[in-house]
């Protein structure tokens, strides 16, 4: 059987609403929904103007009553699967997750099943009723670390907005390849790659991209950082840091071909090209409750391969400075 909510609610534009269009009114007067949901509505009769149906466009005088009777139905022919997900937090508005390596986030072509919004939909029926299951933003198939889904449309509405605000704070962990001086900022466009599709690339009519990285520990040939999100484009982190070429140990896509970094032992090689996955982990999220209005953060640890790796290094970088 599946799941459904029924929403009724009304309110009546004000004078200084006068000359405004009735989608610009309805979405101050419910806040909840996103404007383009609000249209929807509209456009369906489920939002109507003194008890008629109207067009998003009509501009309003004042004192009209807006009236909104509707049913939030499933948003797609998902199915529910028992996947173990690592919450780190769950209320009524919202839950955080620690996604693990190979867990892909939405169903897509040749990825039907097995994603996270299959494991979500296991975990609480109700989520079917949300755009992608509550899902308001992704990591990639292979990046491990925390990730906040949305558990009501006013939740969910309200995280969309914050991203797009840029006033969710996300920080990720990650091994670049070569030794670098110092931190910085990666401020460059990001878009479709030209020639392949698959990929992004730094292009110049791409979207914003900013990514700010510090250092936290240099070895012999690669360096541990931590990064700061401003944007949240596709690849975003992996594209920038192989623009400055320092790309993510493990990242088949923009790394290119496996190099042997000069004075490695048979040991560290081995731990380097059996590494599964590009080097990045989400390690922490920040972001203001859409309840209570509180700023809250999280942080996840480091996941056992990743800290595998790093032992690995500082293991070289000993050796190695111990035979100069």
């Given at each position: 059987?599946?799941?459904?909510?029924?929403?009724?609610?009304?309110?009546?534009?004000?004078?200084?609403?006068?000359?405004?269009?009735?989608?610009?009114?309805?979405a101050q007067l419910f806040p909840?929904?996103?404007?383009?949901?609000?249209?929807?509505?509209?456009?369906s009769g489920e939002l109507q103007v003194n008890q008629k149906a109207a067009k998003a466009k009509d501009k309003l005088f004042g004192g009209e009553l807006l009236s909104?009777?509707?049913?939030?139905?499933?948003?797609?022919?998902?199915?529910?699967?028992?996947?173990?997900?690592?919450?780190?937090?769950?209320?009524?508005h919202l839950l955080v997750i620690n996604k693990p390596a190979g867990l892909v986030v939405h169903p897509a072509a040749g990825n039907h099943q097995g994603t996270l919004l299959n494991a979500l939909l296991n975990h609480n029926k109700n989520l079917e009723l949300l755009?992608?299951?509550?899902?308001?933003?992704?990591?990639?198939?292979?990046?491990?670390?925390?990730?906040?889904?949305?558990?009501?449309?006013?939740?969910?509405?309200?995280?969309?907005?914050?991203?797009?605000?840029?006033?969710?704070?996300?920080e990720y962990e990650a091994i670049a390849i070569g030794?670098?001086?110092?931190?910085?900022?990666?401020?460059?466009p990001i878009g479709r790659h030209p020639k392949q599709r698959t990929?992004?690339?730094?292009?110049?009519?791409?979207?914003?991209?900013?990514?700010?990285?510090?250092?936290?520990?240099?070895?012999?040939?690669?360096?541990?950082?931590?990064l700061k999100l401003e944007t949240g484009r596709t690849h975003q982190i992996r594209v920038h840091m192989a623009h400055i070429r320092h790309p993510l140990v493990g990242d088949h896509t923009y790394a290119g071909r496996f190099k042997i970094p000069k004075g490695s032992t048979d040991?560290?090689?081995?731990?380097?090209k059996s590494f599964p996955r590009q080097a990045l982990h989400a390690a922490q999220l920040g972001l203001i409750h859409p309840d209570t209005a509180e700023y809250m953060q999280w942080q996840a640890p480091l996941p056992e391969d990743f800290d595998l790796l790093l032992q690995a290094l500082r293991k070289h970088t000993k050796e190695y400075n111990q035979d100069l």
């Open positions: 059987m599946t799941s459904s909510e029924k929403i009724s609610q009304a309110a009546t534009a004000q004078i200084e609403h006068r000359g405004s269009r009735l989608d610009q009114v309805a909840d929904f996103s404007r383009s949901q609000l249209q929807e509505w509209i456009k909104l009777e509707t049913e939030l139905k499933p948003k797609g022919e998902w199915q529910a699967e028992e996947i173990d997900l690592d919450i780190v937090y769950e209320d009524d755009p992608r299951a509550g899902i308001v933003h992704r990591l990639d198939k292979d990046t491990t670390g925390l990730m906040v889904v949305a558990k009501t449309l006013a939740a969910h509405n309200d995280l969309i907005a914050q991203l797009q605000e840029r006033s969710v704070s996300r030794t670098m001086t110092g931190g910085g900022c990666v401020d460059e990929m992004m690339a730094v292009v110049r009519d791409g979207k914003e991209a900013i990514t700010h990285y510090r250092l936290v520990e240099r070895f012999v040939g690669h360096t541990h950082l931590r040991e560290l090689i081995e731990v380097l």
